[in-house]
């Protein structure tokens, strides 16, 4: 009788009103199926279902966060990856300083930006600096390839006052 209660418990409807499961009762999969789905989300929801798979196993959702910000092989969702990355580097500082330099080959080099204010500032402005410190060179010795931090850093010149500030940090 419990097992038929779980069950059916574990039943909803989906938004053509077919009957389905409302969770596969792993985290990591549940995350992996709805991330991508969450760009609306309250931010306190999109960190619930992450941590809840980082309790599970945390080297798949750490996994499953970089597939959500890769822009090139996987979701590209920014605003998701964003939100956690800021509340793990307050959490797991870490971990998040040990993966700096895939931030931005997974997504762009602005996403660096949520880690002001947080423990791994320094770590993070010491990569920006390292980087355009070798963009530099590059396009002094005429390198066809050179990264793309000066475009996405902020400006001061900037008429958004948060933008400003963030350029005065960096």
Known sequence: MLNFLKKE???TYTENGALT????????????????????????????????AWAEDPN??????????????GLGERRVFRIILKEMAQITPDVIIRHI????EYGRFDDLLVLL????????LQYLQKQLQQDIKDM?????SISLL???LPSVNASNKETVKMAKKV
């Open 9 to 11: 418990s574990n039943m």
């Open 21 to 52: 499961y409302s969770t596969t009762k792993s985290h990591c999969l549940d995350l992996f199926a709805t991330i991508g789905a969450l760009r609306q989300a309250q931010a306190a929801e999109i960190q619930n279902r992450f941590w809840s």
């Open 60 to 73: 798949t959702a750490f996994r499953l966060l970089f597939f959500a910000r890769d822009i090139r092989g």
């Open 101 to 104: 330099p895939y931030i931005a």
């Open 117 to 124: 204010d947080t423990p791994c500032q320094t770590q993070m």
């Open 140 to 144: 002094q010795a005429k390198k066809e």
């Open 150 to 152: 000066a475009k996405w």
